[in-house]
């Protein structure tokens, strides 16, 4: 009898012992499952991102870039930027593992067409049909040549390249005068002395002033010390 009690009680350590480690295993199991889980990201889309942008990106992630070294012709993804990824954008991976890159080479280089001689609008439409990259405009002004017209170009026609820049003629330049103080002069004489250097003036007399003679300045606009050019209106207000 005692025996038998003896090994029911053996019996039933082995088997709570047995319970326990498959516990703990079952725990363990479960456990790295998580912890494995919690290391897997979701690979972004680095199209078009610079290198070091990618780079920013994918460390945030804690990823790996790797940049293989031959680049591909794009027409659209500028030079330098990402093309194409493995693995591709939205796929699940671990942390510390290795995104490769292939960058773009930029857009073929295409036949630079002739420029010099067209309206600046004109060229900038060419340059936009034929994909190329307005670079800069450079400016002078001359009234040698017809104002807006493109007089210099770089590079040269018929070279080949992806981008182009132009000089363009402005036309001279307008002469300006400083608005001069009008308040206190007479209307008339300060009208007829701005129409005779070609500028447009109204003269307004509503409201009598007392003291104040009739047809003396009040008010002007623009303001004395303004830039003025002929052509422009300029107004006097003067008493009645």
């Keep these: ?114 420029l010099v001689g067209q309206t600046e609008r004109s060229a900038q439409l060419r340059v936009q049909a034929d994909s190329l990259e307005l670079l800069s405009i450079a400016e002078i002004r001359s009234a040698l040549y017809p104002r807006s017209t493109v007089l210099a170009q770089e590079p040269p026609p018929e070279t080949r390249s992806t981008s182009v820049s132009l000089l363009v003629n402005r036309g001279e330049r307008t002469v300006t005068y400083v608005m001069p103080d009008l308040i206190g002069a007479g209307g008339t004489e300060a009208a007829d002395i701005l129409r005779e250097q070609a500028f447009r003036v109204t003269v307004v007399g509503d409201h009598p002033y007392p003291n104040v003679p009739p047809g003396i300045v009040l008010r002007q606009y623009p303001q004395a010390g303004f830039q003025i050019s002929p052509g422009e209106p300029i107004s006097l207000e003067v008493s009645r």
């Design 1 to 114: 009898m005692a025996l038998t009690s003896h090994v029911l009680g053996v019996g039933k350590a082995f088997l709570l012992t047995g319970a326990m480690v498959a516990t703990y295993f079952l725990f363990a199991a479960t456990g790295m499952r998580v912890a494995l889980r919690s290391q897997e990201v979701s690979v972004p889309d680095l199209a078009g991102q610079p290198v070091a942008t990618a780079t920013a990106t994918l460390e945030v992630l804690s990823l790996i870039i790797r940049v293989e070294p031959a680049r591909r012709i794009h027409p659209s993804i500028q030079a330098g930027s990402v093309i194409l990824q493995e693995p591709p954008p939205g796929l699940t991976t671990r942390q510390q593992r290795t995104v490769r890159v292939w960058l773009s080479a930029g857009p073929r280089p295409s036949q630079i067409p002739a």
